[in-house]
């Protein structure tokens, strides 16, 4: 496998690390890494390399169960919620990722795995990977593999809803949200949220954000207008639509910067989840200079 053979490769490793760690920046920090290893094979590191593709797939799963054991502190050691790195798209674009599989929701579900089911859940469920190639990406029997995918699916199902609900009618949603946030319209913000409405929100430690998550309609809905009275909800300049894990979301630009907000509907199309995403540290990717998002902005009437 020559370098262009690699880089035909690098989305699909990228998508694994992603999916394994939860952040973009660690994902192609990753993928460089399993470039590097690839190099030094290539190059007469004794190795024989009969399938370079399920190579990569098995350097790039161990790299990042190397990386989930060396952040198990830093984890614990997090102030408030943790939620993953966006992964932000124009709306303009066709989406590079279902919904079902890139998700907030799906995500968190990934992070409560053990990352021994998690690479197992995601190689054999979400890469197709059969359980052959994935016992010999883990070093683990075949057994073992299936009863580790088995115990997954089980405690991700619920995070990964087969329904599908218009994308038109979710920018409106979008749409609709901001307009009754801005204007402290409490009966129309509870009109869109369901009944066991979530809201989780990701400052960590940077910037203020609630410590735990908000649950119920009529909590969400007080926490929101909460920020409207004491001016936390002042925009500078347009709110910004984009596709934010795989669903139509907002970027606000507010004065204290910017933040991410994304929904997760249910099978009624009402807002089952909300993600709130300040921590500058997860935001980097959407300053001007990396491509924050600039066709798509919503004008309020």
Wanted: neutral net charge; contains cysteine; glycine residues 8%.
């Amino acid at each position: 496998m020559n370098e262009a053979d690699f880089q035909a490769q690098r989305p699909r490793l990228t998508r694994l690390a992603y999916r394994m760690l939860g952040s973009l920046a660690e994902a192609e920090d990753v993928a460089q890494d399993a470039w590097l290893r690839w190099r030094r094979a290539a190059d007469g590191g004794g190795e024989t390399i009969a399938d370079p593709a399920a190579w990569l797939v098995r350097v790039t799963t161990r790299l990042c169960l190397d990386r989930l054991r060396g952040a198990r502190a830093a984890r614990e050691a997090y102030r408030g919620p943790w939620l993953p790195e966006p992964l932000v798209e124009d709306m303009a674009e066709a989406p590079l990722e279902r919904a079902e599989d890139v998700s907030v929701a799906f995500l968190l579900a990934l992070q409560r795995l053990s990352p021994l089911e998690r690479a197992v859940f995601l190689l054999h469920d979400v890469f197709d990977e059969d359980y052959a190639a994935v016992a010999g990406a883990l070093g683990r029997s075949e057994a073992a593999c299936r009863q580790l995918a088995a115990r997954a699916r089980s405690h991700v199902r619920e995070a990964r809803p087969r329904f599908e609900i218009p994308q038109a009618q979710l920018v409106r949603l979008a749409a609709a949200f901001a307009t009754a946030a801005r204007d402290g319209d409490t009966a129309a913000l509870a009109g869109m949220l369901a009944e066991d409405a979530v809201l989780i929100s990701d400052g960590g430690g940077k910037r203020p954000a609630a410590l735990r998550p908000i649950v119920g309609r009529d909590d969400v809905v007080a926490l929101i207008e909460g920020l409207r009275a004491r001016g936390r909800l002042t925009l500078v300049g347009e709110v910004r639509l984009a596709r934010i894990n795989g669903y139509p979301g907002l970027i606000f630009r507010l004065e204290d910067g910017l933040e991410t907000v994304t929904f997760e509907p249910d099978a009624t199309g009402r807002i089952a989840a909300i993600f709130i995403m300040r921590n500058p540290e997860k935001l980097g990717r959407l300053s001007p200079e990396r491509g924050f998002p600039a066709r798509s902005s919503l004008r309020f009437p």
